[in-house]
Nanobody, 119 residues
């Protein structure tokens, strides 16, 4: 069984910074993609940033230039550095992983972590 553990959310003032982390754990033979999505109530889940196994990172248009996704020294962990936060960045953020458990590719989601940006 594989799962994702998220940390680092919270409350921050507009213009401030937060860092989210996501660690994949379990019987993982390889990681194809890891990243973050976000979802506001009643809306679809949108891409924030994702990193694939070739090192390519894709960002959602609304966060380009402000957010940075990078992998830690432990290859099963990614960090989302969020700078110049705006009120509209308030959302629940979900870590996503496309993980290989040695037998199958698994779409894996974290439980979600709240990020609230205040004025």
């Amino acid at each position: 069984q594989v799962h994702l553990v998220e940390s680092g959310g919270g409350l921050v003032q507009a213009g401030g910074s937060l860092r989210l982390s996501c660690q994949a754990s379990g019987s993982i033979s390889s990681i194809h993609v890891m990243g973050w999505y976000r979802q506001a109530p009643g809306k679809q889940r949108d891409l924030v940033a994702r990193l694939d196994s070739s090192g390519i990172t894709n960002y959602g248009d609304s966060v380009k230039g402000r957010f940075t996704l990078f992998r830690g020294n432990a290859k099963n962990t990614v960090y989302l550095q969020m700078n110049s936060l705006k009120l509209e960045d308030t959302n629940v953020y979900y870590c996503y992983g496309l993980l290989d458990d040695g037998g199958a590719l698994i779409d894996c989601w974290g439980q979600g972590i709240q990020v609230t940006v205040s004025s």
